[in-house]
């Protein structure tokens, strides 16, 4: 009797650490190395490079292009992106605590804005030469509308689930 009671608790035992050991899943590895710079500015150009395909993408089917328009439309878009691109990497720049002088971080600020305007008004000639002003208004249209579904889709990717 004192045997089969002897098995009957080994056995017990080895089942309660086997179940409380499996029980406790996968734990992520303590020290992982974060992936280096090169890596991460490369995933960085890789998710940009999408974000402008999807943006392209939507614009393209919004205003209906035809091949020629299409062929004309599209590097001039470029470059309008990328002139915005170039000004509001200095705004940013401007707005780090780097600053030391608020008026003239004010003065760049305006001048900056003033900027933005300057390029949105110079594009908008060049795209009224090959496209009818519907469409041109159309493409700032859809624009904004991208920019707010993005601006959306990103904060609630962000937002911790709710049980």
Do not use: C
């Not at 500015?41 to 089917?61: G, T």
């Not at 933005?116 to 594009?123: E, H, Q, S, T």
């Not at 090959?130 to 904060?155: A, G, H, W, Y």
């Amino acid at each position: 009797m004192y045997k089969v009671a002897k098995h009957i608790f080994t056995l017990l035992f080895l089942l309660g650490v086997g179940y409380n050991s499996f029980g406790q899943g996968r734990l992520a590895p303590v020290f992982r190395r974060p992936p280096n710079l090169q890596q991460r500015v490369i995933r960085q150009q890789n998710s940009v490079s999408r974000v402008e395909a999807v943006r392209e993408s939507y614009i393209s089917q919004r205003l209906n292009l035809t091949s020629d328009e299409s062929q004309k439309f599209w590097p001039i878009y470029r470059r309008y992106q990328e002139a915005l691109k170039v000004v509001r990497k200095k705004k940013r720049l401007n707005n780090s605590n780097a600053q030391a002088n608020g008026t003239e971080q004010i003065q760049k600020e305006l001048y900056y804005e003033s900027e933005l305007v300057n390029i949105r008004k110079f594009y908008t000639d060049e795209f009224l030469k090959i496209l009818p002003p519907d469409k041109v208004s159309e493409m700032f249209k859809s624009e904004r509308e991208f920019n707010d579904e993005l601006i959306k889709q990103l904060t609630e990717r962000s937002e911790p689930v709710k049980s």
